[in-house]
C-alpha cells in the first residue's frame, strides 16, 4: 500500500529505477513530468539503467529527458537493497516533504519505517487517472504484468479500485 500523503504545492519527487523503466517501457514516462514537473535522479538509478541498456533493454536514457534533475548518490545502505533504492531512499530521507518512487516491496517497508511519502509505479498511473492523463489503468497494469512487473492479484484488484475501475 503506498503511503497516501500528498503535499500541498511543489514537492520534491526523487525516484528509483523501475518506475522510469515501466514507464517509458508502457510510452508514458512523461506522466512523471506532468504530474510532478521535475524529478530527481541519483547517479546510482543512471548507473542501473546504463547497465540494463548494455543487456539490450529498452530503457531510457535519463540525461536526454529535459525534466529529470540530476543529483550525486549520498552515501548510504540499507542491507538488502540496491544502489538505486539506497539512493533514492536517502535522498527522499533528506528532503522535508519529498515523495519518493520505488516498486521494490523492501523498499517500500523501508520507505514506511524512514515515515517517508511514496508510491511506485501502479500508484503513478492511478494519479495521472484522477488527473485525466490517462483513461484506463487496466490496460496499463497488464502490459506491465507482462513485461515482468511483480503485482499480486490482491494489489491489482486495490489499485483498479482506487481508480473506479474495480
Avoid at 57 to 86: C, M
Wanted: hydrophobic share 50%; glycine share 10%; proline share 6%.
Amino acid at each position: 500500500m503506498d503511503s497516501d500523503v500528498t503535499p500541498v504545492g511543489r514537492v520534491d519527487v526523487v525516484t528509483n529505477t523501475s518506475p522510469l523503466s515501466y514507464l517509458h517501457r508502457l510510452g508514458r514516462l512523461e506522466i512523471l513530468r506532468d504530474l510532478f514537473g521535475v524529478v530527481l535522479v541519483l547517479s546510482a538509478v543512471e548507473v542501473e539503467l546504463a547497465r540494463g541498456r548494455s543487456l539490450g533493454l529498452d530503457l531510457p536514457e535519463p540525461r536526454s529527458v529535459s525534466w529529470l534533475e540530476f543529483r550525486p548518490s549520498p552515501p548510504a545502505a540499507y542491507e538488502g537493497l540496491g544502489a538505486g533504492e539506497t539512493a533514492a531512499l536517502s535522498l527522499a530521507a533528506s528532503i522535508p516533504g519529498a515523495l519518493v518512487l520505488l516498486d521494490d516491496m523492501a523498499a517500500r517497508v523501508r520507505a514506511s519505517a524512514l515515515g517517508l511519502a511514496f508510491t511506485g509505479t501502479a500508484g503513478v498511473l492511478i494519479r495521472a487517472k484522477g488527473r485525466g492523463l490517462l483513461s484506463a489503468v487496466a490496460p496499463e497494469l497488464d502490459r506491465m504484468l507482462k513485461m515482468g512487473f511483480r503485482l499480486s492479484p490482491r494489489a491489482r484488484a486495490d489499485a483498479l479500485a482506487a481508480c473506479d475501475e474495480g
